[in-house]
């Protein structure tokens, strides 16, 4: 069956009549596909609060959205799939609804399947709201990190496009000028510092403009990463040095990275399927010069009252999204 990728929008349309405002039931816009569907650019404003459906027509298709939709189990989304299109419909969306929106054919071969990227569709959707021109988050203090190697984003997405963006940093008071080389500002993700440097570090706001009324965004504390990206590196160290029966020992596993980077830890060790042991594994960020960030991860595997058949080998493996590191180290008896 020949499959299209066409995304449609269609809102629940409000229409005025004596003075009063009546809401157009689903069934109707079944009739009106073809006179009040618009298609979607890969730009599109639309009026928060009225219902929004979108359609991509196939008998088989996939959906994104903005994530956080899916990280709340947002009741308001839901998406039904018939033999000749699917719907995503969103109700009562708002400012914090504004995002990427996209739909795609999936093609299988029998149990496999996968999407396929040649029949897709993406738009990005603003809900325009005057009273939040910048797209609301749960959190009103970011941590965004520089690194010398990549790019990095203040993240200040505005509800409407057409708003002036401007970044300021709060000590000292200064405006920071985007001059489309070196720090660019997109609507849909925000600034984008392109190379990142330790005079970059502080405290940052946004403040958005429409028709003369600014508003001002969460605020943004730049931090400056000297770490690499990379498997993790991991150190070996045995506490006491030197032990012998009855003695307790704490041998502890320690990754250096980036500040955000979530580090694994396991273990492998003498007795491990005979021996209760004690695991404890955290993290903390550890400020260094020239306001330096590393993040410090740490797992300390703790043996009490130390048996012949706890000397050995210990070996932990650090992973992370890079790549994963093992070290070992040997415990006698002295």
Not at 48 to 55: D, Q, S, V
Not at 75 to 84: A, N, V, Y
Not at 293 to 303: D, E, G, K, N
Request: net charge negative; with cysteine.
């Amino acid at each position: 069956m020949k499959l299209w990728v066409v995304l449609y929008m269609a809102l629940l349309w409000v229409e005025l009549q004596n003075g009063s405002c009546q809401q157009i039931k689903r069934e109707k816009m079944w009739v009106l596909d073809k006179g009040r569907f618009l298609r979607l650019g890969q730009i599109t404003s639309l009026t928060p609060g009225r219902n929004m459906e979108l359609r991509c027509k196939g008998n088989s298709i996939g959906w994104s959205y903005p994530t956080y939709l899916d990280t709340f189990n947002d009741s308001r989304l839901s998406i039904k799939q018939s033999d000749k299109y699917s719907q995503l419909i969103l109700t009562a969306p708002s400012a914090a609804d504004t995002g990427p929106y996209s739909c795609w054919v999936i093609i299988c071969d029998g149990s496999e399947c996968e999407r396929d990227h040649d029949r897709s569709y993406v738009s990005y959707i603003y809900f325009t709201d005057k009273d939040n021109l910048f797209v609301p988050s749960a959190i009103h203090f970011e941590i965004v990190y520089l690194r010398p190697d990549r790019s990095a984003v203040v993240p200040c997405r505005v509800t409407d496009p057409q708003a002036r963006v401007s970044l300021h940093r709060e000590v000292p008071p200064e405006e920071i000028t985007a001059n489309g080389t070196q720090m660019t500002y997109d609507p849909s993700k925000g600034f984008v510092l392109q190379n990142p440097s330790p005079e970059h570090q502080g405290v940052f706001y946004c403040k958005a403009v429409t028709k003369g009324n600014p508003q001002i965004s969460t605020k943004y504390q730049l931090l400056y990463v000297e770490v690499p990206s990379g498997a993790p590196f991991v150190s070996l160290e045995v506490s006491p040095e030197s032990v012998t029966g009855g003695d307790n020992v704490n041998v502890t596993c320690t990754v250096l990275g980036e500040p955000e980077m979530d580090v694994s830890f396991t273990w492998s060790y003498p007795g491990q399927d005979n021996r209760p042991v004690h695991i404890h594994t955290s993290w903390r960020l550890v400020h260094r010069g020239m306001s330096h960030t590393t993040r410090v991860s740490q797992s300390v595997l703790t043996v009490e009252d130390l048996e012949t058949i706890d000397f050995g080998n210990y070996i932990c493996k650090a992973k992370n999204q890079h790549g994963e590191t093992s070290v070992m180290t040997n415990i006698i008896s002295k």
